[in-house]
């Protein structure tokens, strides 16, 4: 029995060494430094680490040591087979030291140059070395080695549960800082950022060119512009967050229409690598399975970088935003936010559930707007015929239908409702900031109708003379509705010019459009797509901009002009730069620039974990609209 209860402490401190050492290693390969509430991603992973290897080497362990005890009984003169468990348990130790040395090197340097909190950084690879050391230990049998492993895989797992312990301090928080005084200088700099997702100034030329865009055609002529080069790929969150924040994805972490999310914390878990050799792949999946970490929609909190409005609340600046992607749930500003969560993933007729709470900044705004909110089901065939040829009854079916992919007939409803939520709301915010501040804040407003006409219907559009094969009725049907969404948001971008006064105006796009070529499974598909990365749009008019055109503006260069134009600190740390030919000359003159090295981390923020109803509604929208799978 005494041998019974030796093996098995060993057998225990061996798993509960190893589940140390793994979990260590994870954090190490992700630098997954304690900022999360009300939990860490690296304590839960402790825990799960300890809890799967514990009770997976344990049992293993356990049932070698059965096994050669019942073979002793049987063959009693087989004296070797005594020596089977302490074989096995020093194969097993040496094995995941061997693994972990050979496969996991990089893991192994990322413990030692960690970030963050003092405690975080010198206790961790104190902790790997102690729970290593006790993996040693317990292959030994002898009475020394029986206290010291006791010891090193108790302060080793100690050391790593308060290296893991969440530190409040390392979430930058966010700051609102009161309004400044508005003087003569700061008038000049006031803006506006128009974002028409997908425009396109092969589309925009031709339209200019038939009378229209009178809007467009009037601020192209007195300001910069040109192409607006893009990432690759071009996924719409990845691209406006860029955009905003002027970081890459990898950088500022909204890297695509969903995240992972782990249950029980808030924060933004990236999960990039994992260990390898040791088996903690099975543990993921475990947890996968378990629904424990799971896919969700992008969010505010999964942006590790500040944004522009984080930045002008900073520094006292006014400003708003209006469906800018991935500002759900909606943050402080000095001003307002009005998220992207709050158009068709809301329906009116649902009321106020829970699932729908931080939808604007501050949260009574959410309540104002909640008549200017138009849901698809409520655009009728008045609005409609603009865009469609199609009878009352036609437009009745359409809206009726279920979502099919990228289909106009499924789609318009979606787009139109998008479009006039997002020109009320806009106006609205106008308003409110006007009487908020004595002036309307800043605004940074996107409208997305462009590219969703782009993707279902260009095929069909008078603006092309590749139809791809469509037939003739849907050309004749569905062939004015690109060309009538740039119309609606030009008129959009007039009314909201209108209602804002004068002011520096920048307008942007994340891509263009081109017809491309795909193959999958050798059959090759014609598309008019932005898979190769197709330039954006880029126009700047107002008191501090040059007209004329310019090249090789890209979506990192925005963020530097904006703040440059803002009287903002410009970070060293932007891979863009500030193409100062687009500015008057008077205007960089009296405008110095100042740096700082950067401009720090975004907090986690609050958003939700894994497996919320808002997220599952979410979801379900970005699979009918084809963004996922």
């Known amino acids: ?17 190893i589940g140390t050492v793994a979990a260590i290693l994870f954090v190490g390969l992700n630098d997954l430094q304690p900022v999360e509430t009300p939990k860490s991603f690296a304590l839960a992973f402790l825990e799960w680490s300890l809890l799967f290897y514990g009770v997976v080497l344990s049992l293993l362990l356990l049932a070698v040591w059965a096994g050669a005890r019942g073979a002793t009984r049987v063959a009693p003169r087989a004296g070797l087979l005594g020596r089977v468990p302490d074989a096995a348990l020093a194969l097993g130790a040496a094995a995941f030291l061997v693994a972990c040395a050979l496969q996991n090197r990089k893991a192994l340097a990322g413990v030692f140059e960690l970030g963050g909190p003092a405690r975080f950084r010198w206790l961790t690879p104190v902790a790997l070395a102690m729970a290593a050391a006790a993996i040693v230990l317990c292959v030994f049998t002898w009475r020394r080695a029986r206290t010291a492993r006791r010891v090193l895989a108790g302060l080793a797992l100690a050391s790593a549960v308060i290296a893991f312990l969440p530190d409040g301090k390392m979430a930058r928080a966010v700051s609102v800082a009161p309004p400044r005084r508005v003087g003569p200088r700061d008038a000049a700099a006031r803006l506006l950022v128009f974002g028409i997702d997908g425009a396109d100034w092969k589309l925009i030329d031709q339209l200019i060119a038939r009378g229209d865009l009178a809007n467009l055609a009037a601020l192209r002529r007195r300001g910069a512009w040109g192409d607006l080069e893009t990432l690759f790929p071009t996924r719409s969150p990845a691209v406006w967050t860029t955009i905003a924040t002027g970081q890459p994805p990898d950088r500022h972490g909204v890297e695509h229409f969903t995240s992972l999310r782990v249950a029980g914390i808030q924060g933004v878990f990236r999960h990039r690598q994992r260990p390898r050799g040791i088996a903690f792949g099975w543990l993921n999946r475990i947890l996968e399975q378990r629904g424990l970490i799971v896919d969700g929609p992008i969010t505010s909190s999964t942006r590790r970088e500040p944004a522009l409005w984080n930045l002008a609340s900073e520094a006292g ?75 009352t009854a036609e437009f009745a079916s359409m809206k009726a239908g279920p979502f099919h992919g990228k289909t106009v007939e499924s789609e318009f409803k979606y787009l139109y409702s998008m479009y006039e939520t997002d020109r009320r709301v806009a106006l609205h915010v106008i308003e409110r900031t006007r009487q908020q501040f ?186 009918a609209l084809g963004y996922i799978k």
């Open 1 to 17: 029995m005494s041998d019974f209860r030796s093996f098995a402490e060993r057998a225990l401190l061996l798993s509960l060494a």
């Open 317 to 391: 600046s006014p400003i708003a935003v209006v469906d800018w992607w991935a500002t759900w749930p909606a943050e402080p500003v000095l001003g307002a936010v009005v998220s992207d969560r709050v158009n068709f993933w809301r329906q009116a007729e649902r009321g106020h559930p829970p699932e729908d709470a931080d939808l604007t900044y501050p949260t009574n705004l959410q309540e104002e707007i909640r008549g200017l909110i138009v849901p698809p089901e409520a655009v009728t065939i008045d609005q409609a015929r603009p865009f469609l040829d199609v009878t």
């Open 438 to 623: 004595g002036a309307p804040a800043d605004l940074m407003v996107l409208l997305r109708t462009v590219d969703l006409a782009c993707h279902s219907a260009l095929q069909f559009s008078e603006l092309v003379t590749d139809h791809l094969g469509a037939p003739e009725p849907d050309v004749k049907r569905f062939g004015r509705v690109v060309s009538e969404s740039y119309r609606a948001v030009d008129r959009a971008l007039g009314e909201i010019m209108a209602a804002f006064g004068e002011a520096n105006v920048v307008v942007v796009s994340d891509h263009g459009f081109a017809l491309e070529t795909t193959g999958v499974g050798g059959e090759e598909t014609r598309l008019y797509h932005h898979m190769l990365k197709p330039p954006g749009v880029f126009l700047a008019a107002g008191p501090a901009f040059r007209p004329g055109h310019f090249e090789g503006i890209s979506v990192y260069d925005i963020l530097p002009m904006l703040v440059v134009l803002k009287r903002l600190p410009l970070a060293d740390n932007l891979p863009g730069h500030v193409h100062e030919e687009v500015f008057e000359p008077t205007f960089l003159a009296a405008t110095p620039i100042r740096r700082v090295a950067d401009y720090g981390r975004h907090g986690a923020g609050s958003g939700p974990g894994a497996g919320s109803a808002a997220d599952e509604e979410a979801l379900e929208r970005l699979r």
